[in-house]
């Protein structure tokens, strides 16, 4: 993992054979634009981004609409 952020998020399917190809697009369920973790109009999988020190990266984390 390189060091800095990450973008985090929860995706359609649990299928990563091909990575983030096979596990289709964000968990959107109201079919809402791409947003951050605080907007109202966001995919309810945007979680925002993490940072990592390059060898581990961390999140405590509690959503609204998760």
Sequence with gaps: MEKGEHGF????WGN??????TAGGHFNPEGKTHGGPNKDERHHGDMGNIMSDGKVANM??????L
């Design 9 to 12: 998020h929860v995706h359609q």
């Design 60 to 65: 405590d984390y509690v959503d609204k609409v």
């Design 16 to 21: 990563l054979e091909e990575g983030c190809k």
